[in-house]
């Protein structure tokens, strides 16, 4: 057991053989900490060398784009109506659309009393205010306003037409007279709605002239780990020991009787 102790105690050899590889393991993982927090500087580095904000006027042209915006419009202005506790359904007012149509399209305002979408933002309203007091969805925003752009006399398809009217009778309790009414206002609103949206902001544009992205790689070294291995050998006590005693004491018997009678012959 001393001897066991000996070998694997923290003061031995082999102990701190184990602590110092156990130190070793630390400080690899420092440093694959620190290389992976260089690499991620260096990504977010590139990032924002990439892009750079501008100011700016962005077009947006052709009647299912503009169905897309005004969807997402109708469908962002639900949610957070819904998310703040309010009701989805309801009016909204002109600057309000112009800014949830440049949150759309990606453009910050640049300040001061000037909407962001100012061209044709009086139809823009009308289509949003009268989508949202109806409590259509985006998606059915979306479709109105590419099947009155893409029909030839500029008119709904008559199974949406019936869909909008059950729905519109459904939700508000109104007569079919009144929804029809409705529909018709909508489809009225989205047949003057022009076929592209102006917004004048800032906004985020690729940097050109940047240079090649260089990936950093991280190598990360396999996790080492040292299993000592002691062997005890213990000398096992003889089975004869007995018989080796009993010869011993008969040999010794032996000599004193040899020395009596050299003693006596003297």
């Not at 897309?68 to 962002?76: F, H, N």
């Not at 090649?212 to 005890?232: G, S």
């Not at 008969?250 to 004193?256: D, I, M, R, V």
């Amino acid at each position: 057991s001393d001897a066991l102790s000996a070998s694997t105690g923290s003061h031995s050899p082999l102990g701190a053989m184990v602590e110092q590889e156990s130190k070793g393991d630390l400080s690899r993982f420092d440093q694959v900490a620190g290389r992976l927090e260089q690499s991620a500087e260096a990504l977010a580095k590139v990032a924002r060398l990439q892009m750079q904000v501008m100011l700016g006027q962005l077009k947006v042209s052709g009647g299912g784009d503009v169905a897309g915006v005004m969807g997402d419009v109708v469908r962002q202005t639900q949610a957070d109506r819904v998310q703040n506790g309010q009701p989805a359904a309801g009016g909204i007012d002109h600057l309000t659309v112009a800014d949830r149509m440049a949150q759309v399209l990606g453009i910050m305002p640049v300040g001061g009393d000037k909407p962001t979408v100012q061209e044709n933002l009086p139809r823009f309203g009308l289509f949003a205010d009268q989508a949202l007091r109806m409590g259509i969805s985006g998606t059915q925003a979306e479709q109105v306003v590419r099947e009155v752009k893409s029909s030839p006399d500029g008119s709904l398809s008559e199974p949406t037409r019936t869909a909008l009217v059950e729905q519109v009778v459904a939700d508000q309790h109104v007569s079919y007279g009144t929804a029809r009414e409705e529909v018709n206002r909508l489809e009225h609103s989205a047949q003057m709605l022009p076929n592209e949206i102006t917004a004048f902001g800032m906004m985020a544009v690729p940097q050109t002239g940047v240079q090649p992205i260089v990936q950093p790689q991280v190598n990360v070294e396999p996790d080492i780990r040292i299993e000592p291995q002691v062997d005890v050998t213990v000398a096992a006590p003889q089975e004869d020991g007995d018989a080796v005693y009993t010869e011993a004491m008969h040999k010794q018997a032996a000599l004193g009787g040899s020395g009596s009678v050299i003693g006596g012959s003297s």
